[in-house]
């Protein structure tokens, strides 16, 4: 059988946060890389990681590290095909519909609003899964309990893709429960008092509290293919910029871990 994948987004975290913040559940899934992301916002990023076009360093002549060099996920007749082989190629519209002919459940949960399923643009990046979990904001703790739920149905010797979108990273940045009021918050497009500091501090802390509440998750997918990143950074008033949806080098800027399982299924 195929090993299963983990694929989870932190939204809006930034590089620079990921690297301050103590994480050691993610920090231990394989050495960190300084990325760009494919796009600065939400649905740009996650249209392109769902084509196999994964944050990269292009200076880097490495498969996978530079999805330019080798994909993880190459979709058949889709793109450069790179120098080196791709871990993992799939035919289908996106690596969802691939995964699913390869065989995978196909299980996904978002918490930001391009991942809701009842408006026709959440419809897009939702469709595909067998099954759909959308929270609307922060609540990692639900999506963790529904992803157990959801993988307790799945039968054995049948491997699982796991997508997980979680909001604890994106402005306010906020987790239940968290010693701070969410508003207001302190980075706002456009507005006259911003915090640039409590930003940090903030997104630092929700890094930190999502790292311990993704251990068990993490060590359940400890054989399995493990991919973190972040679909993009936030601007913390560099240039006079905050927040994400605008072409800037804080945006684009994004960490990258990923543990590639060997006996991942490669098609002719
Ligand atoms: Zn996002």
Redesign the pocket.
Same mark, same amino acid.
């Given at each position: 059988m195929p090993r299963s994948i983990l694929f989870v987004t932190l939204?809006?975290c930034r590089y620079d946060a990921f690297v301050e913040a103590r994480a050691p559940n993610l920090k231990s899934i394989s050495p960190l890389y300084r990325t760009q992301a494919p796009s600065h916002?939400?649905y740009g990023s996650h249209a392109a990681f769902f084509m196999g076009f994964t944050p990269g360093d292009a200076s880097r002549r490495e498969p996978y590290v530079n999805p330019k060099y080798g994909k993880i996920f190459r979709m058949r007749g889709g793109g450069h095909p790179g120098e080196a082989p791709p871990h993992i190629t799939l035919s289908g519209h996106n690596i969802i519909d691939g995964l699913k002919e390869s065989g995978y459940r196909a299980i996904g949960t978002g918490a930001?609003n391009w991942f809701n399923p009842q408006r026709p643009t959440g419809r897009v990046l939702t469709a595909d899964f067998d099954v759909f979990n959308f929270t609307g904001g922060a609540n990692l703790r639900a999506q963790l309990q529904w992803i157990d739920s959801m993988l307790r149905d799945v039968p054995a010797g049948t491997p699982s893709f796991v997508f997980l979108n979680l909001a604890e990273t $994106?402005v306010p940045y906020y987790f239940n429960g968290a010693p701070w009021d969410p508003l207001p918050n302190p980075c706002v497009a456009f507005g006259e008092s911003n915090d640039a500091a409590e930003c940090r501090r903030r997104q630092v802390a929700c890094i930190e509290w999502c790292d311990q509440a993704l251990e068990p998750l993490l060590a359940r997918f400890a054989s399995d293919t493990v991919i973190v990143c972040a679909? $993009?950074g936030d601007c913390w008033g560099e240039d006079g910029l905050w927040e994400?949806g605008v072409s800037h080098e804080k945006t684009l800027e994004v960490p990258l871990l990923f543990r590639l399982a060997a006996d991942a299924p490669v098609q002719a």
């Amino acid at each position: 059988m195929p090993r299963s994948i983990l694929f989870v987004t932190l939204d809006s975290c930034r590089y620079d946060a990921f690297v301050e913040a103590r994480a050691p559940n993610l920090k231990s899934i394989s050495p960190l890389y300084r990325t760009q992301a494919p796009s600065h916002f939400t649905y740009g990023s996650h249209a392109a990681f769902f084509m196999g076009f994964t944050p990269g360093d292009a200076s880097r002549r490495e498969p996978y590290v530079n999805p330019k060099y080798g994909k993880i996920f190459r979709m058949r007749g889709g793109g450069h095909p790179g120098e080196a082989p791709p871990h993992i190629t799939l035919s289908g519209h996106n690596i969802i519909d691939g995964l699913k002919e390869s065989g995978y459940r196909a299980i996904g949960t978002g918490a930001v609003n391009w991942f809701n399923p009842q408006r026709p643009t959440g419809r897009v990046l939702t469709a595909d899964f067998d099954v759909f979990n959308f929270t609307g904001g922060a609540n990692l703790r639900a999506q963790l309990q529904w992803i157990d739920s959801m993988l307790r149905d799945v039968p054995a010797g049948t491997p699982s893709f796991v997508f997980l979108n979680l909001a604890e990273t $994106h402005v306010p940045y906020y987790f239940n429960g968290a010693p701070w009021d969410p508003l207001p918050n302190p980075c706002v497009a456009f507005g006259e008092s911003n915090d640039a500091a409590e930003c940090r501090r903030r997104q630092v802390a929700c890094i930190e509290w999502c790292d311990q509440a993704l251990e068990p998750l993490l060590a359940r997918f400890a054989s399995d293919t493990v991919i973190v990143c972040a679909d $993009h950074g936030d601007c913390w008033g560099e240039d006079g910029l905050w927040e994400h949806g605008v072409s800037h080098e804080k945006t684009l800027e994004v960490p990258l871990l990923f543990r590639l399982a060997a006996d991942a299924p490669v098609q002719a």
